[in-house]
Nanobody, 115 residues
Framework: QVQLVESGGGLVQPGGSLRLSCAAS????????MGWYRQAPGKERELVAT???????NYADSVKGRFTISGDNAKNTVHLQMNSLKPEDTAVYLC?????????WGQGTQVTVSS
């Protein structure tokens, strides 16, 4: 059974920073793609950032220049450094991972940006 465990969410003031981490465990090989999505109340889930096993990254336009994704293919971990946070970044952030033949989602971690 594959598990994705997220950490690092919390409450931060506008302009602040948070770092999210996600670790995959279980009977898995190295990931193909790992990344983060987010879902705010009343809104659809949206892509935030992804990284491939080769290191290629992809970001939503709304977070470009503020968020940085990094990953360790050998350890099946991914991190999301979030700077200059805005109230509109408030959401549940979910880790996702694609492995050969299957993909998985984490439970999510709450990020709240508020003064």
């Amino acid at each position: 059974q594959v598990q994705l465990v997220e950490s690092g969410g919390g409450l931060v003031q506008p302009g602040g920073s948070l770092r999210l981490s996600c670790a995959a465990s279980g009977r898995i090989s190295s990931f193909i793609v790992m990344g983060w999505y987010r879902q705010a109340p009343g809104k659809e889930r949206e892509l935030v950032a992804t990284i491939t096993s080769g290191g290629s990254t992809n970001y939503a336009d709304s977070v470009k220049g503020r968020f940085t994704i990094s990953g360790d293919n050998a350890k099946n971990t991914v991190h999301l450094q979030m700077n200059s946070l805005k109230p509109e970044d408030t959401a549940v952030y979910l880790c996702m991972a694609v492995f050969p033949g299957n993909n998985h989602w984490g439970q999510g971690t709450q990020v709240t940006v508020s003064s």
